[in-house]
Every structure is written in structure tokens, then in C-alpha cells.
């Protein structure tokens, strides 16, 4: 079972919250006959936040405001920051991220509110960034359209990064927003080779789609950007001139890149993953990334 691979999801491991004092346990000799299911299903929690609208203070995320009307992301990308998050919401950052989303269903009535405020001025708020708002659930949902068309409705500019084709259903909105300048997408491309995106980002858009989905924004007026995100080196770094042709011959307008971090819980979990999928090669991708690191401190 320690080797086995969990297919489907990015992370092979469900680790420990920090915040808890009991844990689910599965490696017990007592579970041995019960039914292994639990990293296969995804469960959604429909939650009613106080405030949606975050005040980013991070130096190194360049935005003002953030809205992300999903926690926890069904891509399951392995890299993912977001994924130490989840604790707070009593979950792990490991399978539980991408297989326990919390839905914030009043998400939209949150911020109609914050646009009411007298004290708000129009200001770029950035549609995902923790976890993607175009994610699966978003089909059911639709809480990022609902969304979209308030920021419509008061004239307020919004970002939206995304690495799901799912955004083209909403090319209606999206050419409204862009008619007045009120848009800027940004679709996240990680690697060309569809056999390490399907092990990196198991339930996303593959790059194909994602090149096009570039590629449809753009013939429809809405600027469109390109996150290479994150650079690995050893895995993926190699990719970065190959892409940006890619998606300079669809339209993007510029692009954008990030080197891993693995911080939190995600050094944990990105190390296991790798020595189960690359375990000819993982040391090395892993003293790489430790070089990369020094180099950027």
C-alpha cells in the first residue's frame, strides 16, 4: 500500500493537521478489510462566510484583494500553496484538499455588499488567489459567474487566473467586461507533456485545451496572460521557451512565471509524490529545488 499510486489525485498522502489533536488513521492493522475509497470521492461543504473580499499583504503575490469562493481544489496540483490552508478549515492539506471543498454559497451576496460600502473604491480584485474558481465544482455551482456579473453590474475591474477551459462558458460576461477594460485573465500553463501534467494536475484542462482557451479569450477582446507556474527544476523548467511560443502564436499578451515552493505541508507531500512518480530522478529534482531556492533568497 505505501507504494501504491492513489490515480486521480495528486497527493498520495491524507497528513496530519497540525490544529487537531485526534487524526483519521488508515494505516491501522484493525481497517485492514475496510473499503479504500476514501481518496476517490470528493465531498462539498456548503459554508456561509462572514466576508469573501481579503486584503492581500503578502509581498510576494501581486494583488490588492483576492475572492475565492471555493477552499480545498479538485485539480489536485501537487505544487499547490494552497494546500497548508486547509487546515484551518479542521481539513489536511493533503487528500482532503482536493477531495473536501468547502462551497461559499452566499460568496455573491458578500460582495454586492462590499461594493456597497461607501468606503469601497473601485479596486482589481483577483478571482483565485488560493484556489482556482473554475475548478469542477464550479459546473454545479456557478458561483464565479454569479460573481462576474456583479462585477459587471458595478463597473469594477476583476483578475481572474484559471488553468480550466471552463472559463470560455462565461465569454458572454467576460466580453462585456473587457468592452469597458474591466478584465484580465491569466491561464496557467505548467508543462506541454501531457503524461506530467496528468501526474502534476490530475483533474485539470490539459495543455491542448488550455493553449486554445488562450487562444479563444483572445480572438474575443479579452487580454489574456500566460502563469508558467510553477517552474520545477528538473521536471518542467526545460518547457519555458517551448510554451511561451505556444501561447505568443495563440495571443497571449504577456506571461508570467514562479519558481516552486515547497513550504508547509507541500515539502511533505511534493517529496512523497515525487519518489513514487520519478524515483529514478527524485533526488535530484529535490536537491535542485533546494538550489533554486538559495538562489531566490
Not at 497528513?15 to 483519521?24: A, E, G, Q
Not at 490588492?64 to 481544489?73: F, R, T
Not at 487528500?95 to 471543498?101: A, K, M
Request: hydrophobic share 35%; glycine share 6%.
Amino acid at each position: 500500500m505505501e507504494n501504491e499510486f492513489i490515480k486521480g489525485r495528486g497527493s498520495q498522502l491524507k497528513t496530519r493537521n497540525k490544529f487537531l489533536k485526534l487524526h483519521y488513521d488508515s494505516d491501522s492493522i484493525d481497517g485492514i478489510d475496510e473499503p479504500d475509497n476514501f481518496a476517490r470521492t470528493t465531498k462539498f461543504f456548503e459554508e456561509t462566510p462572514k466576508t469573501v473580499v481579503n486584503k492581500v499583504d503578502s509581498p510576494d503575490v501581486f494583488m490588492e484583494y483576492s475572492l475565492n469562493p471555493y477552499q480545498g481544489c479538485e485539480h489536485g496540483c501537487i505544487y499547490c500553496y494552497a494546500r497548508n490552508s486547509h487546515q484551518y478549515w479542521g481539513f489536511s492539506s493533503g487528500l482532503d484538499f482536493e477531495q473536501n471543498i468547502i462551497v461559499k454559497k452566499n460568496a455573491p451576496e458578500l460582495l454586492r455588499a462590499n461594493f456597497e460600502k461607501a468606503s469601497w473604491k473601485a479596486t482589481t480584485i483577483s478571482l483565485s488567489g488560493n484556489t482556482d474558481c473554475y475548478q469542477p465544482a464550479e459546473k454545479k455551482y456557478e458561483l464565479t459567474r454569479q460573481l462576474l456579473e456583479i462585477f459587471l453590474e458595478y463597473q469594477n475591474p476583476v483578475g481572474i487566473i484559471t488553468k480550466n477551459s471552463l472559463i470560455l462558458r462565461d465569454l458572454d460576461i467576460l466580453k462585456k467586461l473587457a468592452a469597458r477594460n474591466l478584465v484580465h485573465v491569466m491561464i496557467s500553463i505548467t508543462s506541454l507533456d501531457e503524461s506530467l501534467r496528468r501526474l502534476m494536475e490530475p483533474r485539470t484542462a490539459s495543455s491542448i485545451k488550455r493553449i486554445d482557451t488562450v487562444r479563444q479569450l483572445s480572438e474575443n477582446g479579452i487580454q489574456t496572460g500566460v502563469m508558467i507556474a510553477p517552474i520545477i527544476p528538473g521536471l518542467n523548467s526545460m518547457e519555458i521557451p517551448a510554451i511561451m511560443e505556444k501561447v505568443a502564436e495563440a495571443g497571449a499578451i504577456n506571461a508570467g512565471f514562479t519558481i516552486v515552493r515547497l513550504n508547509g505541508d507541500v515539502a511533505e507531500l511534493f517529496t512523497n509524490w515525487v519518489h513514487k512518480s520519478f524515483p529514478d530522478r527524485a533526488e535530484k529534482i529535490l536537491h535542485q529545488i533546494g538550489s533554486a531556492s538559495k538562489v531566490g533568497e
